[in-house]
């Protein structure tokens, strides 16, 4: 059972405004940018699996196997923290037992946080927030109130990470030099055609620590895509 202790650290971090493969088993450092960092959470608790399909120049791509997770409605919000916050502790209740099933469930790593970022600084962007269910929850994931599960297929994703404690102003920053780093890959044009499929998820931010780790913090930049387009680019 994960301790009660780390959960509430899950819970201080979104409070605060602030897969397996293993390529390589360095731990970040604050201030790097890497790729093909295994996070230390999922040395504690249970993440999703995926194989490395390649490992490029600042992006990483990955295939991740069939999942669920359980996800809130879009949250408008002008903040990327406060939306994260505002998701998180809906999940937090869920996971904690106000489901249907009355159930606890384990803490998972990484909460993610999927954006569709607005066209303007002071216009609002769309968030979901989405906890991975524990494999011995996936199969019949327990319903609630104003959440809903999102049913993965084999889904791709260019992968960037980051350190430290992620604010507002970091996301767009590491959105911009993931997509940059694919333009001169193969990946390009079939990460675009994903995000101009599913306009309501641009990107997604992924966040494995608890707020008690002040070093070797891993999070990620996904950009969603298929992998018929890569072939048909």
């Not at 959960?7 to 093909?36: A, N, P, T, W």
């Not at 390649?54 to 990327?80: A, K, L």
């Not at 599960?149 to 350190?163: G, M, P």
Request: glycine residues 4%; charged residues 20%; hydrophobic residues 40%.
């Amino acid at each position: 059972m994960a301790s009660n202790l780390f959960k509430l650290c899950c819970l201080i971090l979104f409070l605060s405004s602030s897969s397996q493969s293993v390529l390589c088993l360095r731990l970040i450092k604050d201030g790097e940018r890497s790729v093909g960092v295994f996070p230390p959470t999922c040395d504690r608790i249970e993440c999703p699996k995926y194989d490395v399909i390649e490992v490029g120049n600042g992006f990483e791509i990955r295939r991740y196997n069939s999942s669920m997770w359980t996800s809130t409605s879009p949250i408008d919000d002008i903040s990327f923290v406060e939306a994260t916050r505002t998701g998180f502790l809906q999940l937090f209740d869920y996971i904690q037992g106000k489901n249907e099933y009355k159930q606890k469930i384990e803490m998972t790593a990484p909460v993610i946080t999927q954006v569709s970022p607005s066209d303007g600084p002071f216009c609002a962007s769309s968030f979901t927030i989405s906890f991975y269910l524990p494999s011995i929850n996936q199969a019949d994931p327990p319903p609630a109130q104003d959440l809903h599960v999102q049913k993965w297929t084999l889904k791709y994703a260019a992968v960037r990470q980051f350190s430290g404690f992620v604010s507002d102003s970091d996301i767009g920053k590491e959105a911009a030099a993931l997509h940059a780093s694919l333009k001169a890959s193969g990946w390009s044009a079939a990460v675009d055609k994903g995000q101009a499929a599913d306009p309501t998820s641009v990107y997604t931010v992924a966040q494995y620590n608890s707020p008690f780790e002040f070093s070797n913090r891993v999070n990620e930049i996904w950009m969603m895509f298929d992998m018929k387009d890569v072939y048909a680019a």
